[in-house]
């Protein structure tokens, strides 16, 4: 039988399945009773003012657990539907949203190809010494072109920017 385990937070909840595994209960039990209480906190967090009506479909990573399927169908009183590559699904849909977006607005892509994974990058770094700081500042670059930098305390050489050009744009 599962046991109640505190939801609200996540420090509670651990003291509270310490607690109830010092008392003896089954550890099936408690982690039962946890997955009851994630259930309740992301109806309570999540879904607070929205009514759930069958079919619910659970998509994401955590359609992976069988215990949260096995709650959220109890909590909500209906059959819950996990649907083949769960967890792929909110990438499938960001995708489709740039997709929808770029055509909208007649953006052109950035996507250099699968074939990036042959270019043969060159990561370096230097110090600078513009100030007393002496940041060390990493580089990435293909073919003698700096594509970015970072790692300094200020934004002097962060992105793609020269110093040079840096210099120019000042006041």
Known sequence: MPVHI???CTVFAESDMIHKQQMGHKTDD????LCQALVR???KKVGLG???LPQVV???GVAFNQGIIKALSETLDTEIIVPPHHELMGAIGT???IHEEMGTNNCKTEFKGFEVSQTDFHVSSFMCKACPNLCEIAQISVKGKVL?????????????ATREALNKDKF
């Open 58 to 60: 659970f998509q994401g």
């Open 95 to 97: 995708a489709l949203l």
């Open 41 to 43: 906190n992301y109806l």
């Open 30 to 33: 408690i982690l039962y009773g």
């Open 6 to 8: 505190a939801g609200r």
């Open 148 to 160: 970015a930098r970072w790692g300094g305390r200020c934004d002097r050489w962060e992105g793609t």
């Open 50 to 52: 929205k009514e759930i």
